[in-house]
């Protein structure tokens, strides 16, 4: 572990034991049999600024709206992703935003705080554990009950799929609506959506039949790009484009979508399409039969768009972030061969 991953350890360490002793975990709080609480205003607390992760909270947010549709939700967050992605959700009344550099920004990162004492809630929810920033703004947070992203136990025996970075926080809310009275909650755990309008939906469209110049056929995309450790190769994809492409091109559109630093793993050997918009590039793969992602932010942009996605894992945890829903598939590229991504394919087209 190097010095700086220590650090943060002991940070985060230090910030659970403070914070545990300012708030009372719902068991405390909560009593079995109790009516179930009346919820009018809420604060989720993500302080984080991936695209990724902001979408892997569209589950809880449809949870607790399918709970309380008159519910008022504020969202607490990093960098300015988060309004874009909750566009089109009525009940998210306001994101109180951290700036990314906080230190570059440090009047406007005071003012943040302050704003977020201001507020009173009925609920303020910490979403994942390990998260300073997450646990701080709970603490300070006016709220008639708060819980942490670690205050259930038990919870990943009951459920199979709890590690997930989606799911975990609806089973976790779930919990809380249960201590107090309520029944427990069967459903599945609703997919990521980005809620795309019907107006964007066709805009999608349109731009996609200007991107193929052949509207009559079915479009599989690819997006290839990664951050870090999680890209594949130039040489992968140029392996993987001779199996897909001699096998897809007579019967499917294929295209690539490129990532905001504009860069082709595939050599620019596909039509490929470009923006900076997220849910103008959600509209567009909305529109595709098959989406094949790398890990990244854009593989759960594809699942948020509804499109059916097969995503290729080699380093983040495959159970942790894997696609679900819509016929969405995940595949452990280390221990699988092009071919085997090929049946996979071939299985959602199917």
């Given at each position: 572990?190097?010095f700086?991953?220590e650090?943060n350890?002991?940070?985060?360490?230090?910030?659970?034991?403070?914070t545990?002793?300012?708030v009372?975990?719902?068991?405390s709080?909560?009593k079995?049999?109790?009516?179930?609480p009346?919820?009018k205003?809420v604060?989720?607390?993500?302080p984080?600024?991936?695209l990724?992760?902001?979408?892997?909270?569209?589950?809880l947010?449809?949870?607790?709206i399918?709970?309380?549709p008159?519910?008022?939700?504020?969202?607490?967050?990093?960098?300015?992703?988060?309004p874009v992605?909750?566009e089109?959700?009525?009940?998210?009344?306001k994101?109180?935003?951290?700036?990314?550099?906080?230190?570059?920004?440090?009047l406007?990162?005071?003012k943040?705080?302050?704003e977020l004492r201001?507020?009173r809630?009925?609920?303020v929810?910490?979403?994942v554990?390990?998260?300073s920033?997450?646990?701080?703004?709970?603490?300070?947070a006016?709220?008639?009950?708060?819980?942490f992203?670690?205050?259930?136990?038990?919870?990943?025996?009951k459920?199979p799929?709890?590690?997930h970075?989606?799911?975990?926080?609806?089973?976790?809310f779930?919990?809380?609506l249960?201590?107090?009275?309520?029944?427990?909650?069967?459903?599945?755990?609703p997919?990521?959506d980005l809620k795309?309008?019907?107006?964007?939906?066709?805009?999608?469209?349109?731009?996609?039949?200007?991107?193929?110049?052949d509207?009559?056929?079915?479009?599989?995309a690819?997006f290839?790009?990664?951050?870090?450790d999680?890209c594949f190769s130039?040489e992968?994809?140029?392996?993987?484009?001779?199996?897909f492409h001699?096998k897809?091109k007579?019967?499917?559109?294929?295209?690539?979508i490129?990532?905001?630093?504009?860069?082709?793993?595939?050599?620019?050997?596909?039509?490929?399409f470009?923006?900076k918009?997220?849910?103008?590039i959600?509209?567009?793969?909305?529109?595709?039969r098959?989406?094949?992602a790398?890990?990244?932010?854009m593989?759960?942009l594809?699942?948020?768009?509804?499109?059916?996605t097969?995503?290729?894992?080699?380093?983040?945890?495959?159970?942790m972030y894997r696609?679900?829903?819509?016929?969405?598939?995940?595949v452990d590229?280390?221990n699988?061969?092009?071919q085997?991504i090929?049946?996979?394919?071939?299985?959602?087209?199917?």
């Amino acid at each position: 572990m190097s010095f700086k991953s220590e650090i943060n350890q002991i940070r985060r360490t230090a910030t659970k034991a403070v914070t545990r002793v300012f708030v009372a975990r719902p068991s405390s709080r909560l009593k079995k049999g109790s009516v179930k609480p009346e919820i009018k205003r809420v604060l989720i607390n993500r302080p984080n600024h991936r695209l990724g992760n902001m979408l892997l909270v569209t589950p809880l947010v449809q949870e607790i709206i399918s709970n309380y549709p008159d519910v008022k939700i504020d969202l607490f967050v990093r960098g300015f992703i988060a309004p874009v992605i909750f566009e089109n959700y009525p009940q998210v009344e306001k994101t109180i935003s951290l700036p990314r550099k906080p230190f570059k920004e440090l009047l406007k990162y005071m003012k943040v705080w302050v704003e977020l004492r201001k507020n009173r809630y009925d609920l303020v929810i910490d979403v994942v554990k390990g998260s300073s920033s997450g646990r701080i703004s709970t603490v300070i947070a006016k709220s008639r009950y708060k819980y942490f992203g670690d205050d259930f136990s038990g919870l990943d025996q009951k459920y199979p799929d709890y590690v997930h970075m989606a799911k975990f926080p609806v089973y976790n809310f779930r919990e809380f609506l249960s201590l107090a009275g309520g029944e427990t909650d069967q459903r599945e755990v609703p997919v990521l959506d980005l809620k795309l309008s019907d107006s964007e939906l066709e805009n999608g469209k349109k731009l996609l039949s200007e991107l193929t110049g052949d509207p009559s056929r079915k479009t599989i995309a690819f997006f290839t790009y990664a951050t870090g450790d999680k890209c594949f190769s130039t040489e992968w994809w140029d392996d993987f484009y001779e199996l897909f492409h001699s096998k897809y091109k007579d019967e499917y559109n294929l295209i690539e979508i490129l990532p905001v630093e504009n860069i082709s793993q595939l050599q620019n050997k596909l039509p490929s399409f470009y923006s900076k918009d997220i849910r103008e590039i959600g509209s567009l793969m909305a529109n595709c039969r098959l989406v094949v992602a790398g890990d990244s932010g854009m593989m759960h942009l594809s699942c948020a768009s509804l499109a059916p996605t097969v995503g290729l894992f080699s380093v983040s945890s495959l159970p942790m972030y894997r696609p679900y829903g819509n016929s969405n598939c995940a595949v452990d590229a280390n221990n699988s061969t092009h071919q085997d991504i090929i049946g996979v394919m071939d299985k959602v087209l199917s």
